[in-house]
């Protein structure tokens, strides 16, 4: 009964309209920032074809120009968003559209891009639109100036999940060590003014620590009201830093705004929403639909705590296959490269063909498809399927030697397995994988 009362006590909507403009504001700027930077050409439009995620390769790019269009829409349904018009509707339909474009392609995956995929579809269920909208003036009987506590937290145990998962998942000897974030920062060390700043070893131990203190701690210190403005401002250099350095699109300052949802709702009222009446109640309002909604909020959030557990199923570490890794909140953990071989073999000739990987891929792609395992399995159907086309039934064999974290390059795929004809098991070990040398992980 107290967990109900806490869910459904109504609270000033001030955070949540602010959160709507700005997300709606970032939506609209991811979609046309990938046309003018250029990164739907290079991802979308130059490839031959992309390697979406396996059981959605129906799902490819439009032809021609047709991407531009797309990316344009969705950007329209993020102003729309951010407007609050027709903001369920809009809400509904960027979900899809950008649910779709993350589908099609793995050359530029991102954790940052399915978590907008969740968030994106946690706003379509909001009451964002219920004041400062174009939805509310144009139907005042909507305009409303509380919403349910859920509303909040359900954003606050999203992002404790991504956080905590986030701050594990760097507990390993290569992280720990700064080794890897000497790697991620040698690759910046032609950046103006801070490149040779970043190549301190110091500076590798405070970033490498500093990111395991951030995530384990930044939720638990955002929610405790003596800590709160601390972690705000340390929220701010976290992520500008992570913006300029990395370069992670929208994510840095979506999730600063995350921090409407931790500070007081008269706080953001004052600071944003003057002009609104503020909510001084305590009023608790519990729907008719309590149980279902409670039912399918558990089951999700049950998801989102089990997925990234699954790379403990796979009796290889997820830092060598990759097996359990997207998903997972594994968030720039590591340097990965291989050098591949792709060799085919007409089954009736025999006749042994090497693959030359730049008639097919371009270069991001070339380096999937000579280090992700999910990868070069599409790629062997891919070319059996191709060279099918020519009239050969042919076998696929990958010669395949990867280095993780500056190692030595060792073998990585059985060379003597074919490929194409092999099955792919999402929750299942690929046998074709080999294993790494019992000391490969220490140094």
């Keep these: 009964?107290?967990?109900t009362n806490f869910l459904f006590k109504q609270v000033d909507n001030s955070a949540l309209i602010v959160f709507r403009i700005i997300f709606g504001l970032l939506c609209l700027l991811e979609s046309i920032g990938a046309i003018f930077t250029g990164w739907i050409k290079r991802t979308l439009i130059d490839p031959q074809f992309t390697f979406s995620f396996i059981g959605f390769e129906w799902l490819q790019p439009l032809p021609g120009n047709g991407m531009y269009i797309y990316y344009t829409i969705m950007g329209l349904f993020g102003l729309f968003i951010m407007l609050g018009y027709k903001y369920r509707v809009s809400a509904f339909m960027f979900t899809l559209l950008w649910t779709g474009t993350y589908l099609m392609q793995k050359s530029s995956y991102n954790n940052h891009y399915y978590l907008l995929v969740l968030l994106s579809a946690i706003m379509i269920i909001l009451p964002a639109h219920k004041n400062v909208s174009i939805?509310?003036?144009?139907?005042?009987?909507i305009k409303e100036i509380a919403m349910p506590n859920w509303c909040r937290y359900i954003f606050v145990l999203q992002m404790f999940i991504v956080y905590t998962y986030g701050s594990v998942a760097k507990l390993y000897p290569d992280w720990l060590d700064a080794s890897v974030m000497a790697i991620l920062m040698k690759s910046k060390e032609h950046y103006?003014?801070?490149g040779e700043f970043l190549q301190n070893e110091w500076m590798h131990y405070f970033l490498a620590y500093g990111g395991i203190l951030f995530d384990g701690l930044i939720i638990p210190l955002l929610l405790y009201k003596p800590t709160r403005k601390l972690a705000f401002f340390a929220s701010i250099f976290f992520h500008l830093f992570n913006s300029f350095v990395f370069q992670v699109g929208i994510f840095p300052y979506l999730s600063l705004a995350f921090a409407l949802f931790?500070?007081?709702p008269k706080t953001i009222h004052r600071i944003f929403l003057k002009r609104k009446p503020f909510y001084e109640g305590s009023e608790?309002?519990?729907p008719p639909y309590k149980k279902p909604m409670l039912t399918v909020f558990g089951i999700y959030f049950l998801v989102q705590i089990l997925l990234p557990l699954r790379q403990h199923v796979f009796p290889q570490s997820v830092l060598w296959t990759e097996e359990g890794h997207r998903m997972s909140w594994?968030?720039?953990?590591r340097s990965k490269s291989g050098h591949t071989l792709y060799h085919v073999v007409d089954k009736k000739t025999q006749v042994r063909t090497t693959i030359n990987l730049d008639y097919y891929l371009t270069p991001k792609q070339k380096r999937l498809a000579s280090a992700k395992a999910d990868v070069i399995w599409q790629f062997a159907q891919i070319l059996k399927e191709d060279f099918a086309k020519?009239?050969?039934?042919?076998?696929?064999f990958v010669d395949c030697r990867i280095s993780v974290n500056g190692r030595s390059y060792i073998p990585f795929i059985n060379p003597k397995i074919d490929i194409a004809a092999t099955k792919w098991s999402a929750f299942k070990h690929s046998e074709w994988i080999l294993p790494p040398k019992q000391d490969?992980?220490?140094r």
């Excluded at 939805?135 to 009987?141: E, G, I, Q, T």
């Excluded at 020519?390 to 696929?396: A, L, M």
């Design 284 to 286: 608790v309002i519990i």
């Design 262 to 264: 931790f500070f007081e």
């Design 390 to 396: 020519k009239g050969q039934d042919v076998s696929v």
């Design 330 to 333: 594994r968030m720039m953990l």
């Design 192 to 194: 103006f003014l801070i």
């Design 135 to 141: 939805d509310a003036k144009l139907n005042p009987k």
């Design 1 to 3: 009964m107290r967990l």
């Design 440 to 442: 490969y992980f220490t």
